[in-house]
C-alpha cells in the first residue's frame, strides 16, 4: 500500500518539471520579430494556469459543469503535454541530424521565423494527437478470442473488461455507451477486472451506474475483483461495498462455483491485488470442495503477474487488465518490461492468459497507443479433449 504515494509523487514531480521545460521553452521560442513580449508572457501564463488546472481538479469536489470542466482541462493538458515534449524531443534529434547532413539550411535572418514554425507545429501535432485520443477513447472495440476446452465441458461465453476508471470524468453516461456494447455479445457471463473505480467516484453515483448494469443479464451473473485504484486513499472497504451495490459481486482472495450441472461449472477465482497483500492461488482455493476441485478454473487477477503461481494451481485462463499497453504512446514498449505477459493472449503451459488493454483510461480520458476494449471469450468443448487456444 504504501509504494502508491510514491509512485503519484514520482508521476507529479515529473509533470512539474515537464511543465516548467514546456512552458519556458514556448517563452523562448517566441522571441524575435512579429511577436510582442506580452504575446509571449500570455501564451506563457494561459500554459501555467493550465499547468495547474490538474492539480485543483485533484483537490475541489463537486459535479458540477464548471468542475468538470476544470477537471477535463487539467487531464487534458496532462496528455497535452506529454506529447507536446515527444514531438519536441523527436524535433531536437531531427535539428542533430540535420546539423550534420545539412538537409535544410536556413538563413539567420530567418532564425526567428522557424522558430515560431516550430512552437506551432509541434503545438498544433501535440494538440491535434491527444484530440484523436480522446476520439479513441470513446469507442471501444469487441477483441475475440476462441479457446478449446476438453471434451464434455458446457460452451461459455465470456465478456471481460477492466480498467473503467469510473469518475467524475466517466460516469454512468459512459457506462452506457460500454453496456451498449456487449449486450449484442450475449455473454453468459461478464467479468470486471480491477480498477473499476477511480478515487474520485462519487457514491452518489452508484444507483445510475447499478441501473445500467441491470440491463445485463448473463446467466452466471455480473462478477469482478478489485484493482490497485480501489485501494488507494485506504477506499478498499467503501469501493468493495460500492461495487457490491452497482451490482458486481467482488470476489477477494475469493471462490465461487457457477453452475448447476457437473459439466458446466465453473470455478471462478478472485484475487487481491498485488499490491495490498494476498494468498498465493492455491492457497485461496485450498477449501474447495473436492467434488468441484475438477471444475474449469478461471481466475481474475488485476495485474498480470504470478502467472507461474496460476499455472501451478491448475487455472485454465487468467483474466487481467492494468497495463493499458501503455495508453500513451510509445509507453506501450516499455510496458512489456515490467510483466511476462503486457498485453494480449498468452500461453505457459495449460494456462491460457489473456491482459486487456482496458476500456476505460486513468487521468486524461485520452489513448495513443492503441484502442479500448472489451474482451470476448468464446470457450468450445472439442472431441478430442486437448485445449488449443484458436486466435480469430
Not at 93 to 109: I, P, S, T
Not at 149 to 163: N, Y
Not at 220 to 247: C, F, P, R, S, T
Amino acid at each position: 500500500m504504501s509504494s502508491f504515494p510514491t509512485l503519484f509523487s514520482i508521476v507529479k514531480g515529473l509533470y512539474v518539471v515537464f511543465n516548467v521545460v514546456l512552458i519556458a521553452w514556448i517563452y523562448f521560442s517566441l522571441r524575435g520579430p512579429g511577436v510582442s513580449r506580452g504575446v509571449r508572457i500570455g501564451f506563457s501564463l494561459l500554459a501555467v494556469a493550465l499547468s495547474l488546472a490538474y492539480f485543483v481538479a485533484r483537490e475541489i469536489s463537486g459535479n458540477t459543469f464548471w468542475v468538470k470542466g476544470v477537471l477535463f482541462a487539467g487531464h487534458f493538458w496532462f496528455a497535452f503535454v506529454y506529447h507536446a515534449l515527444l514531438a519536441w524531443v523527436l524535433f531536437n534529434v531531427f535539428r542533430l541530424f540535420n546539423r550534420r547532413f545539412r538537409w535544410f539550411v536556413v538563413a539567420k535572418e530567418d532564425l526567428a521565423r522557424w522558430r515560431h514554425r516550430s512552437c506551432a507545429g509541434i503545438t498544433v501535432t501535440a494538440l491535434v494527437i491527444c484530440i484523436a485520443g480522446w476520439i479513441n477513447m470513446q469507442y471501444p472495440v469487441v477483441r475475440e478470442e476462441r479457446l478449446s476446452v476438453p471434451a464434455g465441458t458446457a460452451p461459455l461465453r465470456i465478456v471481460a473488461l477492466s480498467d473503467l476508471h469510473l469518475g467524475r470524468l466517466a460516469s454512468a453516461g459512459f457506462l452506457s455507451s460500454v453496456v451498449d456494447r456487449i449486450e449484442p455479445l450475449s455473454p453468459d457471463i461478464v467479468l470486471f477486472l480491477g480498477d473499476i473505480l477511480e478515487t474520485d467516484f462519487d457514491p452518489s453515483d452508484a444507483q445510475a451506474a447499478a441501473a445500467v448494469l441491470q440491463r445485463l443479464k448473463p446467466r452466471l451473473g455480473v462478477w469482478g475483483v478489485m484493482g490497485n485504484h480501489e485501494y488507494l486513499k485506504d477506499k478498499d472497504a467503501q469501493n468493495k461495498a460500492l461495487l457490491n451495490q452497482i451490482g458486481i459481486r467482488t470476489l477477494i482472495d475469493q471462490w465461487e462455483v457457477l453452475g448447476k450441472e457437473p459439466d458446466e461449472k465453473i470455478l471462478l477465482i478472485g484475487r487481491r491485488d498485488r499490491r495490498a497483500g494476498r494468498k498465493s492461488v492455491q492457497k485461496v482455493i485450498e477449501n474447495v470442495p473436492e467434488a468441484d476441485k475438477g471444475a474449469l478454473k478461471i481466475l481474475l487477477d488485476h495485474q498480470p503477474s504470478d502467472l507461474e503461481g496460476a499455472e501451478k494451481a491448475g487455472v485454465f485462463l487468467q483474466l487481467s487488465g492494468h497495463s493499458h499497453n501503455g495508453q500513451f504512446f510509445p509507453l506501450n514498449f516499455v510496458v512489456p518490461f515490467f510483466f511476462e505477459n503486457a498485453y494480449g493472449y498468452y500461453r505457459r503451459g495449460q494456462t491460457h492468459y489473456w491482459v486487456s488493454s482496458g476500456a476505460g483510461a486513468w487521468g486524461p480520458r485520452i489513448r495513443t497507443s492503441g484502442r479500448p476494449e472489451i474482451m470476448l471469450i468464446d470457450l468450445v468443448p472439442q472431441p478430442d479433449g486437448q485445449a488449443q487456444e484458436q486466435p480469430q
